[in-house]
């Protein structure tokens, strides 16, 4: 069973960039499974920041891109702000219907 | 305002049933596929199930194929999740989401803010 895989953690300085990844562990993330990536914090319901790769979805910050980099989906956050810090989930598309999350990734802004 | 609000999460023993909801509002409900997601305590994100439009395509995680059954009442603009011969692991926080088309190939969207299921004797 293909398993989607996230950094469990990362942490970047206040203003600084940062880039959080998605991938396959057997295979390359393309466009094809139109990549997708929440913000949780903690006790909230997810929030959709980016669909189908690199959409932004409405009210969210242009400082959140998505894109494929490599044989990943990516998430990059330019000019981090202190409430960034949160959990970050990627979704991919496996087709046939069927959706599998990552495992997510802990931002730390430090 | 789009709003989704979940029920029916309660405490209900190994090997039981239950049927969760979720009444949809602020959207054409019948416009949309249909997402449930899990959250077990101190867990990440894990999609359960979908349903399109009209109901006629469902699809499962295979942590939960054959037991789980997804419908719609596109009358009634609400979704539900039929779930029976529980596991202890699926206690969860569950969660309803408006899928961003009628396509099953779009990602969740809005998200409601949940119904827990707690499996234990």
């Known amino acids: 069973q293909t398993v989607v895989t996230q950094e469990p953690s990362f942490t970047v300085s206040p203003g600084g960039t940062v880039t959080l990844t998605c991938g396959l562990s057997s295979g390359s993330v393309s466009t094809s499974y139109y990549p997708s990536w929440y913000q949780q914090n903690p006790g909230q319901a997810p929030r959709t920041l980016i669909y189908t790769t690199n959409t932004r979805s409405s009210g969210v910050p242009d400082r959140f891109s998505g894109s494929i980099l490599g044989n990943k989906a990516a998430l990059t956050i330019t000019g981090a702000q202190a409430d960034d810090e949160s959990d970050y989930y990627c979704?991919?598309?496996?087709?046939?219907?069927?959706?599998?999350f990552g495992g997510g990734t802990k931002l730390t802004v430090l | 305002e789009v709003q989704l609000v979940e029920s029916g999460g309660v405490v209900v023993q190994p090997g039981g049933s239950l049927r969760l909801s979720c009444a949809a509002s602020g959207f054409t409900f019948d416009d949309y596929a249909m997402h449930w997601v899990r959250q077990g305590p101190g867990k990440g994100l894990e999609w359960v199930s979908l349903?399109?439009?009209?109901?006629?395509?469902?699809y499962y995680a295979d942590s939960v194929k054959g037991r789980f059954t997804i419908s719609r009442d596109n009358s009634k603009n609400s979704l539900y999740l039929q779930m029976n011969s529980l596991r202890a692991e699926d206690t969860a926080l569950y969660y309803c989401a408006k899928g961003l088309g009628s396509n099953s190939r779009l990602c969740m969207d809005v998200w409601g803010k949940g119904t827990t299921v707690t499996v234990s004797s």
């Open positions: 349903i399109s439009w009209d109901g006629g395509g469902t």
């Open positions: 979704v991919l598309y496996m087709g046939s219907g069927i959706w599998v």
